[in-house]
């Protein structure tokens, strides 16, 4: 509707005029420019041994998370651009129908720089049209990550499917809860339960009103009308939402000395009793290699991490099986501290201090992971490149704080699904 589609437009404008202190990919965060489905992209099994997390049932008739319409396939060819040196902005040949050319060549915003070494020179890259007069014409939204299998220092093959724009890791999560697809997963105290929300706002709340920033036309781009069908698909699910409870959901909510991406409350009218369940999204886009299978790593921001031993286990067949598990957080330290330590993200590190300050009996909080990515059975914190978020994550999980995560794949097609919850390793 068009009530709709406008808040689109003011919620991504508000998203980009927000400008954050550090453009990597751990931060979540969206900077502007200053100036086969593959092979392995389809469903992995939903069943994890090891998880002791409910998995709630993988529908392939689900209506996708997200539709990020139709999607442009290139390669991408230098970053920063040849003619605009911004690192946010790239080079990129467009294919010729399913092959690799180099006749149309576009500039591209790259929202997350690199992607942790996978949107790099020779990256098979999915764009998206932006609208306006800006200095790019297009937007990556995906990038090919590496196969599963491949030989070390081998980057050829088809790759999973990767969320490659920070922005992504939480329209995933806002359609997540609104669809209360983490029922099975997040067990509540009093009796009270998770389900498809009800009373939704998607302003921001709890903090004082500041001056819009003036709007470019080249910041209007697919957000804007992103999920127009998807949102009208997930409101039918409504209707088996209990009468006697209202969920209600909030974004952007100022608790403490920061800001909660949703709030979501649940009310239960006929007892006047209320829980609250706050939820911390972190997009998560990085992931280890098997080892012998890792690539030659080209620079300080590429991530290259071997799993360990023990994430190669025996099947029932006998033969050893890797399973990926996806990493947060990646990315340059940039000189940011936490309690006096070198972070990569002291904001994260924050988030997670300020969850666990909010933790009582009437509220939930939870670090929600989104692995924008369908190829990981786990998630973990990477303590090869940030120990003390690590740590931090450790020790607010052992005083109660929830820490889930949700698996989603996509397709050429620029269609996101929701792929299952899979278990976080402390």
């Not at 299998?149 to 999973?160: K, L, P, R």
């Not at 069908?229 to 997930?234: C, G, H, I, L, S």
């Amino acid at each position: 509707s068009p009530t709709s589609t406008t808040r689109m437009i003011r919620r991504s404008a508000r998203i980009i005029a927000q400008g954050k202190e550090t453009p990597s990919i751990e931060s979540d965060d969206v900077k502007e420019p200053s100036t086969k489905r593959s092979k392995l992209g389809g469903v992995p099994s939903s069943s994890n041994k090891s998880s002791s997390t409910a998995q709630p049932k993988v529908n392939s008739s689900m209506p996708p998370l997200l539709n990020l319409g139709k999607l442009i396939r290139g390669t991408l060819v230098k970053r920063p651009s040849a003619t605009i040196k911004s690192p946010y902005v790239a080079d990129v040949s467009l294919f010729q129908g399913k092959k690799k050319s180099s006749t149309t060549t576009v500039l591209a915003h790259a929202p997350s720089l690199d992607v942790g070494g996978m949107c790099v020179a020779g990256s098979d890259v999915y764009l998206s049209k932006r609208n306006g007069e800006g200095k790019t014409s297009h937007s990556i939204q995906l990038v090919s990550g590496a196969p599963l299998t491949t030989t070390a220092g081998d980057s050829s093959g088809n790759g999973v499917l990767v969320g490659a724009h920070p922005r992504l890791g939480e329209l995933i999560a806002e359609e997540v809860l609104k669809r209360g697809l983490l029922q099975k997963a997040l067990t509540l105290a009093n009796g009270f339960e998770i389900g498809p929300v009800n009373d939704y706002d998607d302003t921001k709340n709890g903090s004082p009103k500041k001056p819009r920033a003036k709007k470019r036309k080249s910041d209007k781009s697919n957000y804007d009308d992103l999920n127009d069908q998807t949102r009208t698909a997930a409101s039918s699910d409504n209707s088996s939402t209990s009468p006697k409870t209202k969920i209600s959901l909030r974004q952007q909510v100022t608790l403490g000395d920061s800001r909660v991406d949703f709030q979501m409350t649940l009310t239960n009218p006929l007892t006047d009793t209320s829980h609250r369940v706050l939820f911390e999204v972190k997009n998560v886009v990085c992931a280890d290699y098997e080892a012998g299978t890792e690539p030659i790593k080209t620079g300080p921001g590429h991530c290259v991490v071997v799993a360990p031993p023990a994430a190669t286990t025996s099947s029932d067949d006998g033969k050893d099986s890797y399973k990926r598990t996806a990493l947060f957080p990646w990315g340059k330290t940039r000189g940011q501290k936490f309690e006096d330590k070198t972070v990569v993200s002291e904001r994260a590190c924050k988030h997670l201090r300020n969850l666990q300050s909010q933790l009582n009996e009437d509220v939930t909080p939870v670090v929600l992971f989104i692995v924008n990515r369908s190829d990981c059975e786990s998630v973990r914190a990477c303590r090869e490149k940030c120990p003390v978020f690590a740590e931090v994550l450790a020790d607010v999980v052992k005083t109660g704080v929830k820490a889930l995560a949700v698996r989603v794949r996509w397709t050429e097609e620029g269609e996101c699904f929701f792929d299952g919850v899979v278990p976080v390793t402390v």
